[in-house]
């Protein structure tokens, strides 16, 4: 009797085992793979689409899903794979109207997914536009930069930001560049020869290490141009947490609480937190070091860019100037608390 019940027992806990390996397969984690997020088209003819398909797979053990894909103005996404199955491949079509561009253009899509280590980021798409015009850009010597010899763009903390320049000889004979010196790491450069002696393009991507503040890097080219032996190009980023907050210091002034019908719960101010880039921001919890001050959620953009909070009293603070601050916490990993300075004059 008691080798049946062992018999039994040994039963039960292989069952139990399987049971709980079967939820462990059952609730597997996707993983998006993709070699390369950018791509350089290279020259075109006005009027003709640039386009390219961004091949991916997902090397997880549960469904990989393309929950959303949200290309920049004048991008469209032409086609994407839904649903991945674990390893099978997808893809990411992106396709751009040369009509209304000239010269260098450079465009992005959001792509947003449920795989936890990658669930957004950003495809982009770099390109040339030719027309019989001259190209539009800054004359130096022999050479037309384009759009310009200067570059700067705004960039949330640990993302990058990309663009795309031409140098064009504008004379009929070939100056040829014969090196380029990046000058700096805060951008990764990558420098291709089109045309020897005639067209050359500059793609540039900033580091996704760059600390707060504003960045910048000068890139030298040396020609065969004997009135212009050196090209430069300046490139600026400026970072900027990914979760921006305004106003960046509250203040109450004037709070009257001499009389003692005054009713200070009626009063508040608001609060707009702001994600830099992606979506789905959220605050997980809101407090003040001033005991008097309250906050709440006062309402959630539908696409988790933006939170409005709401500050006020639940009661009345005793008269004075009062400091301290609001200490908030959001999902976002890379601003993970942030701090409002608050002042209350009360009277």
């Not at 600026?236 to 004037?254: G, S």
């Amino acid at each position: 009797m008691k080798t049946k019940n062992f018999i039994g027992l040994v039963v039960m806990l292989f069952a139990a085992v399987g049971s709980v390996f079967g939820q462990s397969a059952a609730s597997g984690v996707p993983k998006l793979v993709i070699k390369s997020t950018e791509h350089n088209v290279g020259e075109i003819k006005k009027g003709m689409p640039a386009s390219h398909t961004y091949v991916f797979k997902n090397e997880g053990t549960a469904d990989l899903e393309i929950k959303r894909v949200a290309p920049t103005c004048g991008c469209t996404a032409s086609d994407f794979t839904k649903v991945i199955p674990p390893g099978q491949e997808g893809k990411i079509t992106l396709s751009v109207a040369s009509d209304a561009y000239t010269g260098p253009v450079s465009k992005n899509a959001e792509v947003y997914t449920n795989d936890p280590q990658k669930d957004q980021f950003t495809l982009v798409i770099n390109f040339i536009v030719l027309s019989d015009m001259t190209p539009k850009g800054k004359m130096v010597g022999p050479f037309i930069i384009g759009p310009n010899d200067r570059w700067s763009a705004r960039v949330p903390r640990g993302l990058t930001v990309n663009g795309l320049m031409a140098i064009t000889n504008n004379t009929p004979q070939p100056v040829k560049i014969t090196k380029m010196i990046p000058g700096g790491e805060a951008f990764k450069i990558d420098f291709q020869t089109l045309e020897e002696g005639k067209r050359y393009s500059i793609n540039f991507v900033s580091s996704t290490e760059l600390p707060l503040g504003t960045h910048k890097q000068v890139v030298k080219f040396l020609t065969e141009s004997k009135e212009t032996p050196e090209l430069t190009v300046e490139l600026e980023a400026i970072v900027f947490p990914a979760v921006t907050v305004n106003p960046a210091h509250l203040v109450f002034e004037n709070i009257m609480v001499s009389d003692p019908e005054a009713d200070v719960t009626y009063t508040s101010k608001f609060v707009w937190l702001r994600l830099g880039r992606g979506n789905g921001l959220e605050v997980k919890s809101m407090t003040s070091d001033l005991p008097f001050v309250t906050i709440k959620v006062e309402s959630n953009d539908p696409n988790g860019l933006a939170v409005i909070l709401r500050v006020g009293f639940k009661e009345k603070p005793a008269k004075g100037t009062h400091t301290g601050k609001l200490r908030i916490e959001t999902n976002n990993s890379d601003v993970k608390f942030i701090e409002v300075p608050i002042t209350v004059t009360a009277k």
